[in-house]
């Protein structure tokens, strides 16, 4: 017995000691940040600024030579740089933990049409991994669920509180819809060539999604039958609640994606991934449809591909006068998500402005995601969450961060990886 309650004992302690960091208190005071660079999202620039906010809200952002009072705490932020907070759509931060541990593992839901699934009621803040995150200024974040032909609702967040109702910036914002793949590789681990091959069963899959929208509408006319929670939940699509973010990539399945919205009168279509983007970028500014662009540290997926499309991909379409962002799905991407400021940077290195590349990753996305009433840029009204940091916060060289506020809100940017960091950092030093 003896034995047993130290090892429980053991156990709480390591449990303790390496906790969530606590959500950060409600602002109580003003606060004001003079004489740093000023990174505002929608393209400027303000050198030498002022930043006050109050109640979790900015109250003012100007240039600090303005003669107006200082407000509460005055940080003093010159040869630094203002950010708005990251934001990260298309993530499943907070729904797996260790993807070896199946009860740590909680983004997908057995069966094909999950329209009425909500990733928000799954979403642990108490997540290791969503810790690790502030840090590099990803502050917010889409939580969105994967599996099946439709996954699920999305919902997005903030990323610093106790539980997911403290949490939630937009309840229920999207629909998330696995396109059917019209071209698939050959499976190597079964000897098959490792070569792009037609879905022969492709009509039939987008005919059969077009039958479950068609019943969703019948049922939704007059509700008559059983309560049918997947029917319900795709209303939104049409009643303009919901956007309805369709997972594609190629040429073909985007064109036909943006048809069956079209035929379907939903009202708000995003394409997540996009890949062959650029050959349809005039349908999609014709028709107003955003981008959010996959991972741009990635691989051309076809062999006749230039070998820097991944790369270039979002000049191409900021170019072509698509609305994008960037996203980080793909393999690790929950752990991965704290490097999209860098995919960001990568674009400046292929025809973008950091303000363009900026955009990308704050206002641009906060469009998309329908909050850019309230976050994605530094103006007055919107939430006070930003950070300060020592240098260009795309260049992973210089992107350190002095201090971060959530909807005004002083959070911790410490994490069980920075606190290995100094324990490490201290016995070298020591040896």
Do not use: C
Request: charged share 25%; hydrophobic share 35%; proline share 3%.
């Amino acid at each position: 017995m003896r034995k047993l309650n130290i090892l429980i004992l053991a156990l709480l302690i390591s449990v303790i000691s390496f906790a969530q960091q606590t959500p950060g208190d409600k602002q109580y005071q003003a606060i004001t940040i003079e004489g740093a660079t000023a990174h505002i999202g929608n393209g400027q620039v303000i050198e030498n600024s002022l930043i006050i906010f109050e109640n979790g809200k900015l109250t003012f952002v100007g240039s600090a030579n303005t003669k107006i009072a200082r407000k509460g705490n005055v940080i003093t932020a010159s040869g630094k740089h203002v950010y708005p907070g990251f934001i990260a759509p298309n993530s499943t931060l907070g729904l797996v933990e260790v993807d070896a541990v199946r009860a740590s593992d909680d983004e997908d839901e057995v069966g094909a049409m999950n329209p009425h699934i909500r990733s928000l009621i799954a979403y642990n803040t108490e997540s290791k991994i969503v810790e690790s995150m502030r840090p590099n200024g990803v502050l917010m974040a889409q939580i969105t669920p994967r599996g099946g032909r439709i996954s699920g609702t999305s919902s997005v967040v903030q990323l610093d509180a106790w539980n997911w109702e403290d949490a939630v910036i937009k309840e229920d914002d999207a629909i998330h819809l696995n396109w059917p793949r019209n071209y698939s590789r050959g499976r190597w681990w079964l000897g098959e060539p490792n070569v792009l091959k037609e879905n022969k069963n492709y009509s039939k899959e987008v005919e059969e999604l077009s039958n479950y929208f068609a019943q969703s509408k019948a049922y939704n006319a007059n509700k008559t039958s059983p309560k049918d929670l997947p029917f319900e939940a795709l209303h939104g699509l049409i009643d303009g609640s919901k956007k309805l973010f369709v997972h594609v990539d190629y040429e073909k399945g985007i064109t036909d994606a943006v048809n069956f919205a079209k035929t379907q009168n939903v009202k708000y279509l995003v394409i997540v991934g996009g890949y062959e983007a650029n050959n349809v970028s005039d349908l999609l500014k014709q028709h107003n449809i955003p981008v959010l662009l996959q991972r741009v540290h990635s691989r051309p997926k076809g062999d006749d591909h230039d070998y820097d499309l991944p790369y270039k991909l979002a000049t191409q379409l900021v170019n072509s006068g698509v609305l994008v962002g960037l996203e980080n799905a793909g393999d690790m991407e929950r752990m991965n998500t704290r490097n999209l400021p860098f995919l960001a940077g990568t674009t400046v290195a292929h025809g973008l402005t950091k303000a363009q590349a900026l955009s990308l990753i704050t206002l641009n996305t906060a469009k998309i995601l329908g909050v850019d009433d309230s976050v994605g840029s530094l103006e007055v009204g919107k939430d006070a969450t930003l950070f300060i940091s020592e240098g260009d916060a795309l260049d992973m060289r210089t992107n350190k961060l002095d201090k971060a506020f959530i909807q005004g809100r002083d959070v911790s940017l410490e994490t069980h990886q920075t606190e290995l960091y100094k324990r490490y950092s201290n016995k070298y030093k020591k040896n």
